[in-house]
């Protein structure tokens, strides 16, 4: 089993940062690729970043391309997803993926492991 935790979310006023964290434990060996998706209520689970941790290959979603990056601590088992000018749209719980694979994938298929999620609130 793989077990993921994200933290570092919460309330910011547009145009501001936030860096998320995502701790993996148990079986992390196993993992090759590690992502970020958020989701609104009532819509789908959307894709915002991934990295490969064999290579260090990152992916990001062409509409917070310049403005969400991620990247890994391996020594760390850790992820993190810095935001930055955060725009009302980017309003989400953001969840935490790791995946078996090497494909730095961009659907929730695609993955094998989920955290329970970190709501991020950004006001107008």
């Known amino acids: 089993q793989v077990h993921l935790v994200e933290s570092g979310g919460g309330l910011v006023q547009a145009g501001g940062s936030l860096r998320l964290s995502c701790e993996a434990s148990?079986?992390?060996?196993?993992?090759?690729?590690m992502g970020w998706f958020r989701q609104a209520p009532g819509k789908e689970r959307e894709f915002v970043a991934a990295?490969?941790?064999?290579?260090?290959?990152?992916r990001n979603a062409g509409s917070v391309k310049g403005r969400f990056a991620i990247s890994g601590d391996n020594a760390k088992a850790t992820a993190t997803l810095q935001i930055d000018r955060l725009k009302p749209e980017d309003t989400a719980v953001y969840y935490c993926?790791?995946?078996?694979?090497?494909?730095?994938?961009?659907?929730?298929?695609?993955?094998?492991?989920w955290g329970q999620g970190t709501q991020v609130t950004v006001s107008s």
């Open positions: 148990g079986h992390i060996f196993s993992i090759y690729t």
């Open positions: 990295i490969n941790w064999s290579d260090g290959t990152t």
């Open positions: 993926a790791a995946s078996f694979g090497t494909r730095v994938g961009i659907y929730p298929h695609e993955y094998n492991y």
